[in-house]
């Protein structure tokens, strides 16, 4: 199996440092169930880069993914979130945009796989537009996986990980917790038995003002400062794993 990630920071791994600063996260989690589930190796890539919106993501990404030798056996695709922050955003674009994928793997040979990332909206500002957003998003891309008949991973829709705890500080990215829940998610959906990774319930954290305030400066701040001056997280990035490396069967 050869097994490629193409998307945004959800899909590249941020909020799940390792303690040397890189980054794993849902996809890595995947490559080494993948290879535990068959006892071989998974050949693994990841061309996702934080910040990307869905269009070059699907122009960008997904291009390059099919042009690599030999070519993957499966693909993964997660994009909107951006875009969703963003003024204009229309479902129906980010749809012809889905399709476009979905009709070049199918004509590659490829077999995709549609993901949907998880409902940050709970503590975010704007957060009623978000969800809405999202919520309509996912049921779009549901629909378009199952008229194809392809594997569709709906962490959108999951209640157990919208809980603080799966998140980091920036109430934007999964942490460690949320990205190996996710990685249960997805697996399942490709038919594979998987973890139904929990976290023990706790106290919900309360949001005072001195705690909000900070986090309005480290986080909501610098994420529009780079709004306007069009710039993005992902500015001089490239992706973590754009050739194939060996994911061995622990």
Known sequence: MRFLAIGDSFTEGVGDELPDGTVRGWADLVAAGL???SGETVHYANLAVRGRLLAPIIEDQ???ALSMSPPPTLISLNGGGNDMLRRGMEVGHLMRLTERAVERCAAAGVRLLLISG???????PFGRRIHRRGAALT???GELAARHGLPFAN???DVEIRRPEYWSADRLHLNGAGHRRVAGIVLTALGHAAEDHR???????ARRLFAEARYYREHVLPFVQRRLRGRSSGDGRSAKYPSWTPVTAA
């Open 35 to 37: 290879a535990a589930a």
């Open 139 to 141: 049921v779009a891309v």
């Open 155 to 157: 962490s959108f829709d």
């Open 199 to 205: 976290l023990d319930p706790a106290p919900a954290p």
């Open 62 to 64: 997904l291009e390059a």
């Open 118 to 124: 998880p409902d940050p909206s709970g503590r975010l």
